[in-house]
């Protein structure tokens, strides 16, 4: 890999199906050692995104590559160094578990026994079970086994946790948060849980109808977005023009709870001076800054 290149990066990436856009002018680059957490609601181009990384599908403009590649003219050797769990995943249900591990394995020189027949254990797996009497878990457990026991550089995954209970997903990042604690691997990791990409992602993007609509670390994404609560001897005006970075807004007398994103300091000085009124900044969950983006 070239070492001006980052594992993945996307550049100016659109893709339509027919007359309807997936994704437009998206332009991302993801560093080695960061878990990325790939957020959007339903159609937000989340999947047509990580299938443009893996050349599964063809881009009508820009381009993205893995690991210095291509996306659409990936090597051998660079598709060993790629773990991918898809949203719905097919794996030759005619052989049982022991005989697909074999299999996939035998693509692999980084193979690792002993994180397999550790992942067998903790995903409660039965070697012996034919694949297509899994149920949808475990089938999904079976597609995390083989994703991850190749020890990927790079890791993309699409809703990996959709079809487990609480208890496997925490199975599930921690083998993850272990697996990246060498600081080399890169991970995407696209989910509509929140609380999962809290606990394990260093990085956030958010897709809306196609576009990248933020990208940032974590840390910076929930300082940059806060919620203030008013309090005033006085009523409060039903609107805030002029205030800039303000989310959403409800009032009500002498009170209101708004949410800013920016320069959060300067905008409750502001406010502060301007009404009268006392300031009270309140942290978010990266669920309610989703929520707020999206308005």
């Not at 210095?68 to 949203?87: F, W």
Request: hydrophobic share 40%; glycine share 10%.
């Amino acid at each position: 890999m070239n070492a001006a290149c980052q594992p993945v990066e996307v550049r100016h990436l659109s893709k339509s199906f027919g007359t309807k856009p997936a994704l437009t002018d998206v332009t991302l680059s993801l560093a080695p050692g960061t878990v990325t957490g790939l957020l959007g609601r339903n159609g937000a181009g989340k999947t047509t995104l990580i299938k443009c990384l893996l050349g599964l599908l063809r881009p009508g403009a820009g381009e993205s590559r893995v690991l210095g590649e291509r996306s659409g003219d990936l090597s051998p050797g660079v598709k060993a160094r790629i773990g991918y769990v898809p949203q719905e995943p097919v794996i030759y249900p005619w052989m049982r578990v022991r005989q697909g591990i074999a299999y996939q394995g035998a693509f692999y020189e980084t193979w690792d026994v002993g994180l397999t027949e550790d992942l067998l254990k903790t995903f409660e797996l039965d070697p012996r079970q034919r694949i297509g009497a899994l149920s949808v878990g475990q089938l999904q457990k079976l597609a995390i086994l083989l994703a991850l026991a190749c020890r990927p550089e790079v890791l993309l995954l699409d809703e990996p946790v959709a079809a487990l209970d609480p208890e496997g997903r925490r199975h599930f990042l921690r083998v993850l948060l272990d697996l990246v604690a060498d600081g080399t691997r890169t991970v995407l990791l696209s989910t509509h849980i929140t609380s999962d990409v809290e606990r394990v992602c260093s990085h956030v993007a958010i897709l809306k109808d196609g576009k990248l609509l933020q990208m940032a670390e974590m840390d910076e994404l929930r300082g940059s977005v806060k919620e203030l609560r008013l309090a005033a001897s006085r009523p409060l005006p039903e609107a805030l023009p002029g205030v800039p970075g303000v989310l959403s807004y409800r009032g009500g007398g002498s009170s209101a709870v708004l949410t800013v994103q920016g320069d959060v300091p300067a905008v409750a000085a502001r406010l502060q001076r301007e009404l009268a009124a006392e300031v009270t900044v309140m942290d978010l969950s990266l669920e309610d800054v989703f929520l707020e983006l999206h308005r």
